[in-house]
């Protein structure tokens, strides 16, 4: 017991120099949230600077892995941390971003509200009364009186009619589509989070619209976000601006399926080729991004040569080959040594070369007599 009061003497002592000199010496508890200024970002660790002199450092699995992770961070932001252990022997405050990410998704969605900021929100499934989102990893709601009706009409016009079972089905359509909204209404403690769609597309607006597109000229190459896919082409948003890269404009080999190339949501370059001034909509392309492979395929691969390539499709007349990226070649049936299989790596002969045309004739057939 002696020992014991001897420490609590010396401690307090401590603490009344400490107060004299106005020392302030900040103490963390396990568990606790600190937000700290980021110093240093690297692979396996984060430093931050969490005032009263202290520094903390986040590595290995406490820098979790979602899109709220450390590799999203720079020098200079602020960030939120839990407490591990209030010292390690290199005297850093040990951190997680892992063991507070619920904290932190809220902290983004609450600046988001007080700020008015815009958010990128993916459609889950209907509900009664509105839609359910993912926002920022956690779980939103969008009343159905603040959806842009104008933007959805042709999706929904069934909305303001029927059954709740009818109005279920005609809002499928949306599942799996991105929102931009508005947060309305934040409430952590009750997991409480209200989106409005309308709210946010008033920066998208007619007059929004018109304003961009006034600025955007066929040349351009843009950034935007994959809205929907159809058999004919990809629809893209542009900051409000709508666009629809064709099918023959995705790539320079034969596309069947835009599905295979891009999903809803995913962020796309695009080049502009035409502006249609009465819908307001563009004519895009992502394949005049690349090189064309078709201009200088009879200086690269003249008749004759020996090509290795991957069976990329069979069809009833034969199988196509991708040589390189954009550039396939056909073996007929009749220049085939044997079956082929897709994802079958091959060699052939160049039969036949024609860039006007974009046709490439090869034979394994003509490479195992010569073999």
Known sequence: MANAKKVHTESSVMDQLLEEHGIQVKQFHPGELVEGVVISVSHEQVLLDIGAKAEGVVSGSELGDSILSARNLEPGDTALAAVVQPENSQGYVVLSFKRCEKDRQWKIVEDAFENEIVLDVKVQEYNKGGLLVDCMGLRGFVPLSHLDRVHFAEDIAKFAAGS?????????????????????EVDMDKNRLVLSEKEATRAYSDEARQEKLEK????????????????????????????????????????????????????????????????????????????????????????????????????????????????????????????????????????????????????????????
């Open 216 to 371: 955007i000229e066929v040349g351009d190459i843009l950034t935007g976000i994959v809205t929907g896919l159809m058999p004919f082409g990809i629809f893209v948003d542009l900051e409000g601006v709508e666009g629809l890269v064709h099918i023959s404009e995705i790539a320079w080999e034969k596309v069947n399926n835009p599905g295979n190339y891009y999903k809803v949501g995913e962020k796309i370059e695009v080049k502009v080729l035409g502006i249609d001034e009465d819908s307001g909509k563009l004519a895009l392309s992502v394949k005049r991004l690349i090189p064309n492979p078709w201009e200088d395929v009879q200086e690269k691969y003249p008749v004759g040569t020996k090509i290795t390539g991957t069976v990329s499709r069979i069809v009833p007349f034969g199988a196509f080959v991708t040589v390189e990226q954009g550039l396939e070649g056909l073996i007929h049936v009749s220049e085939a040594s044997g079956p082929l299989e897709a994802g079958e790596e091959v060699e052939a002969i160049v039969t036949l070369v024609d860039s006007d045309n974009q046709k490439l004739a090869l034979s394994t057939r003509l490479l195992e007599k010569m073999s």
């Open 164 to 184: 709740e079972a009818e109005l279920k089905e005609s809002l499928k359509v949306l599942e799996g589509k991105e929102l931009k909204v508005k947060v309305i």
